[in-house]
């Protein structure tokens, strides 16, 4: 496992009841779990690889008890599962089957929270749309930016989904946006430039307030994603 220090920072808080955003200082807890995140999300902790919980502490300048703690988060979110006596692993790559199956689920449920969202959301929600935008956009021309844009690119899912009033929306799709996230970057997509291009567009009918355009551009936005991730999967190498 090929690991690096992340430096810590403010985290991004979303109110759920609110839709507002806002940020506050990060625990060491946190500071494990978005390290971990970041470092399976970008497959730098492989799917299937055991996360060796003494080795992340070092690295991190922690004891192992919130690098335990944060992986109990990524347990009951599935990215991680534990095996008795022999400790924490990744979970394993998604299988094309399971990618037709998530993006079938993606397309049943993200137009109509886009389309909720242009008439709900609050301006603090659009607020922070815009500014994760920005984010998104910066990471996505960045060669280095990859967990950024990751970490931007489920900000704004989180928000198109609280913003349509729906929070059983952003709990049941998030581990898929994570998923699949692993998946780019096992299969080298490279495609976040097109990403932040097509969310752009969305976010722009969003805050146009325009649920026909908003939910439209979405259902297109799903649509490319997964042409693009088949047709990588369906590469040799």
Known sequence: M???V???RAILVQNMAEGTVGLAAPTL???AYDYLLSMIVTARIAPGERVLIDRVAR???MSQTPVREALSQLEAERLVFK???V???????MSGVELRDAFALRLLVEPHAAAEAARNMNEGARSGMSATLRRMEAAAGDPLGQARFAEALA???RLI???SGNALIAETTLWLHRRLRILHHLCLVGDEAEVAQEMGAVVRALLARDATRAGALLRDHLNAAHARLEQAMALPG
Request: glycine letters at 8%; hydrophobic letters at 45%; aromatic letters at 4%.
């Open 155 to 157: 900000a704004m899912q």
């Open 87 to 93: 400790g924490y692993r990744a979970q394993p790559a």
């Open 29 to 31: 807890v946190q500071n």
């Open 161 to 163: 989904a609280i913003g």
């Open 59 to 61: 690295d991190l300048a």
């Open 6 to 8: 992340m430096p810590r």
């Open 83 to 85: 095996l008795p006596n």
């Open 2 to 4: 090929n690991v690096s």
